[in-house]
């Protein structure tokens, strides 16, 4: 078939969006239109922050129903999302409990306490996943100390994507990508560990075995009442804007920038050395049986909570006036878990400076500064955690997604890494979604050939880094400081 009709649903944690993509095999040309857009916020329920599910599941029904009433009946339909969070439901398929966001204080202490008693070392040798507080695997166990009868009532643990295909076909699926986010699938055997299972108090009967992406989980049915196949793609929206990140050699990273800012590397085996744990290395399955070995960065959340209060209207300014101020004046650690989900973010940054001694940024543009040359003094470092590791310098940097638009930050970026950074494309997370249903119609081949055809032919903008700039002379000292730490050592 020359031309295929895709739908991509993909969700991420502040908005969604429900796409088409129109692919002709013959010119191997793909375009991709906006059919609905919708916000996606945080809900305070019972004293949680929540999710609100129905609303997203409305809004992925309107851009389904918009698509079929043009008359195309789409060849597949694929959803992703964030990672981490899921659903329990009963044996009726109805939800136990509130599906309570990662952001929430819930899982406080619950790592800490974890690792003091258990160390880190046995858990990151199961699972290669990095150590964040709001894991599913503290999840689960906040759920077993706080709310048992949850898992009592529960008959099966969803992932979010995984959710919402269900409630389009009625059918199960615990998608690989995603799982692997939880922290309690073991590296070795691509399934679940039912020793960290028996420790978070989650029942084994909760989970069926992890699928890798290709497989048709079942179909949804149109208005029209044509039965169109829901593909399992690469569900955890970071394995698919991997998928769409151009990486045409070995020595090319990746940074999927977001509500999160994910760095990271391809490879076909884990890391999950000494040297991986101490860095807090993850690694997340992707497509294909590779390996995504990242570190989650913070990312542009801060932004986005400051943008919200500080009540900006006009981004492309913000970012504007953000240049024309002094580099390197106030700095904080994006990392610092005071910034997961703080009351007041704008307060919580200005605090943060506050106590290091550093001039307190006064107003939107300030604090915008201070973010994006905070993320990019991150970026550099964990770039180099992740050249260290593999013994090898990189020799170019990819930015995808919606974040790859701020050419402030990614100039920041080129600068403090030292090396070019090539922005685009910025529908990564659909693009890789579209690729995973191409591939499962036989449209095309993997992942290499999706990225030779299709994500080489997306517009990229590359930025040239600047050693001269303020931001790369904070970075040659810092490493200097850690040159002369390491030889006095």
């Known amino acids: 078939m020359p031309v295929r009709h895709c739908v991509a649903v993909d969700l991420g944690a502040s908005s969604g969006r429900v796409m088409l993509a129109r692919y002709d095999s013959a010119s191997c040309d793909l375009t991709l239109r906006e059919i609905h857009r919708f916000t996606n916020t945080l809900r305070r329920v019972d004293g949680f922050d929540t999710w609100d599910l129905d609303a997203l599941e409305q809004a992925i029904v309107i851009g389904l129903t918009r698509v079929t009433a043009e008359g195309i009946k789409p060849d597949s339909i694929g959803i992703d999302t964030w990672g981490v969070d899921?659903?329990?439901?009963?044996?009726?398929?109805?939800?136990?409990?509130?599906?309570?966001?990662?952001?929430?204080?819930?899982t406080d202490g619950i790592m800490a306490q974890a690792l003091a008693q258990q160390g880190s070392a046995d858990i990151y040798q199961r699972t290669?996943?990095?150590?964040?507080?709001?894991?599913?695997l503290w999840q689960f166990r906040a759920i077993a100390d706080q709310q048992p009868q949850w898992l009592e009532q529960a008959a099966h643990a969803l992932l979010i994507p995984d959710y919402f295909s269900y409630r389009l076909t009625g059918n199960l699926n615990w998608e690989y990508t995603n799982a692997t986010t939880t922290q309690m699938v073991n590296i070795n055997s691509d399934s679940w560990d039912e020793?960290?299972?028996?420790?978070?108090?989650?029942?084994?009967?909760?989970?069926?075995?992890?699928?890798?992406?290709?497989?048709?989980?079942g179909h949804w049915h149109s208005p029209q009442g044509e039965a169109i196949p829901v593909v399992s793609v690469a569900s955890h929206d970071t394995a698919s804007a991997v998928i769409a990140a151009p990486l045409v050699h070995h020595d090319a990273a990746y940074l999927s920038s977001g509500t999160w800012s994910l760095m990271g590397f391809e490879s076909r085996t884990p890391w999950t050395n000494e040297?991986?744990?101490?860095?807090n290395i993850t690694n997340e399955g992707g497509a294909e049986g590779r390996y995504r070995v990242l570190k989650n960065i913070m990312g542009l959340w801060l932004l986005q909570r400051v943008v919200k209060e500080q009540q900006v209207s006009d981004l492309p300014d913000l970012i504007r006036r953000a240049a024309a101020l002094p580099a390197c004046l106030s700095l904080i650690n994006p990392n610092d878990d005071r910034f997961i989900n703080p009351d007041n973010m704008s307060v919580e940054i200005q605090a943060a400076c506050a106590e290091r001694h550093q001039p307190v940024p006064q107003g939107d543009a300030a604090l915008a500064r201070c973010i994006f040359d905070s993320l990019a003094l991150l970026y550099a470092e964990v770039l180099h955690e992740l050249a260290a590791l593999r013994g090898t310098p990189f020799r170019s940097l990819h930015i995808v997604g919606g974040g790859c638009?701020?050419?402030?930050?990614?100039?920041?970026?080129?600068?403090?890494?030292?090396?070019?950074?090539?922005?685009?494309?910025?529908?990564?997370?659909?693009?890789?979604?579209?690729?995973?249903?191409?591939?499962?119609?036989?449209d095309i081949r993997d992942v290499g050939d999706f990225r030779r055809?299709?994500?080489?032919r997306q517009p990229l903008v590359t930025f040239t880094p600047n050693s001269d700039s303020e931001i790369a002379r904070?970075?040659?000292?810092f490493q200097q400081q850690r040159q002369t730490k390491e030889l006095c050592a």
Do not use: K
Not at 405 to 434: F, R
Not at 453 to 456: E, F, G, I, P, Y
């Open 86 to 106: 899921m659903v329990l439901l009963d044996s009726a398929g109805n939800r136990v409990g509130l599906p309570v966001a990662y952001r929430d204080h819930r």
């Open 128 to 136: 290669g996943i990095q150590f964040l507080p709001f894991n599913t």
């Open 195 to 217: 020793t960290l299972l028996a420790w978070a108090g989650a029942p084994r009967r909760l989970f069926g075995t992890p699928t890798h992406p290709g497989n048709v989980i």
């Open 275 to 279: 040297a991986a744990l101490a860095a």
């Open 405 to 442: 638009q701020n050419p402030l930050l990614n100039q920041l970026c080129a600068d403090a890494c030292g090396i070019p950074v090539i922005a685009g494309p910025v529908e990564a997370s659909t693009l890789g979604n579209i690729a995973i249903q191409l591939m499962t119609l036989d």
């Open 453 to 456: 055809r299709v994500t080489a």
């Open 474 to 477: 904070h970075v040659a000292q």
